[in-house]
């Protein structure tokens, strides 16, 4: 299984970028999707996740801002971010929790390779 991300870069406060993440390889089914970020000096966090249930968590400092979306059948996750802020500066990794076709009874975790994401003021 691999998560291929793409779409950061460099834009000004005020702007807008979307990322996008397609997963390949053999998957039977998600369980989530979605995306962290990493600043300069800090944890990874929890930036946007879409459920199998349909339900979506965002971290409270992009809610409003950023909207997560899936599309099940071709197997990818978005998020567009607008309002973007200095301190979205990070690098941001594509997330999912899933089950491989080799492996049904066992949900896995996988990690995109990053993509940098630079909000100057």
């Known amino acids: 299984v691999q998560l291929q991300a793409s779409g950061g870069g460099s834009v000004q406060a005020g702007g807008s970028l979307t990322l996008s993440c397609a997963a390949s390889g053999s998957i039977f089914s998600f369980n989530s999707m979605g995306w962290y970020r990493q600043a300069p000096g800090k944890q990874r966090e929890l930036v946007a996740v879409?459920?199998?249930?349909?339900?979506?968590n965002y971290a409270d400092s992009v809610k409003d801002r950023f909207t997560v979306s899936r599309d099940n059948r071709k197997k990818t996750v978005s998020l567009q971010m607008s309002s973007l802020k200095p301190e979205d500066t990070a690098v941001y990794y594509c997330?999912?929790?899933?089950?491989?076709?080799?492996?049904?009874?066992?949900?896995?975790?996988?990690w995109g390779q990053g993509t940098l994401v630079t909000v100057s003021s």
């Open positions: 879409k459920n199998s249930d349909g339900t979506t």
């Open positions: 997330h999912a929790r899933l089950r491989t076709r080799q492996a049904i009874g066992v949900i896995e975790t996988y």
